[in-house]
């Protein structure tokens, strides 16, 4: 990828409004839309794969080309990390190969986020590396965290989560969603790393984007990651 990506453009100048009130509902709801059984092979194979490898689980939630993934699992070698996105076509592309705590899976993460949570996978780490912004004011419902899956995302990221963006507005909306399920969160910008963690962000660093940075901490004691800001983070 090379330095020529355009700026997050909306007419949204700060979290939408309706946007409380989604998280809400969801909150009381089931999200009773059929699970497709690619993702059930893809759920299976998954777990297969964590079982044969074992080590306490990270998950890499739209990880692209798999650079990102290849990053935690060099930065937490005694950890297994999954790699999930559901593009063939970035997954396939040539890259060096990734550590042996690691694999790459296609999925949809709607469906595989309500699997872990279903199976109750105890996630140790959940990464949500530049999702799509969706950034037109009526797409909100296309947004993670105002999407009726979002409460399978909040039960599998338990201990620690974070996201990161090129638009600090989808984290801004992101952590008021956080704080209405009762997590505490810290949202910075984000130094201009010499190592980037994935595709997109090198791509959006080279473009001379301002990259931003939410974490949640609910494990107090744990491991800090090279990823994480220096202060410890907790929940409610």
Known sequence: ??????PVISKQTGPHPDLLARVKRYQQLSFLKPIAAFNQHAFAQAEQLWQTQGGPLILDSGCGVG????????????????GLDRSEDRLARKRPPLPDNAQLIRTDLLDFWRLVAAAHWPVARHYLLYPNPYPKPAQLGYR????????????????????????????????????????????????????????FEAKYRDSGQTLWQLVSE????STAAPTQPDALLSCE
Do not use: K
């Open 67 to 82: 650079d990102s993934t290849r990053f935690l699992a060099e930065a937490f070698p005694d950890h297994f990390v999954l």
């Open 144 to 199: 993670f965290h105002a999407h009726p899956a979002f409460p399978a995302l909040m039960a599998i990221s338990g201990d620690y989560f974070e996201a990161r963006s090129n638009w600090s507005i989808y984290l801004q909306e992101l952590q008021l969603a956080l704080d209405a399920y009762g997590r505490t969160s810290q949202l910075v910008p984000l130094a201009q790393a010499t190592n980037p963690i994935s595709a």
């Open 218 to 221: 609910c494990a107090l004691g």
């Open 1 to 6: 990828m090379t330095g020529n990506s355009r």
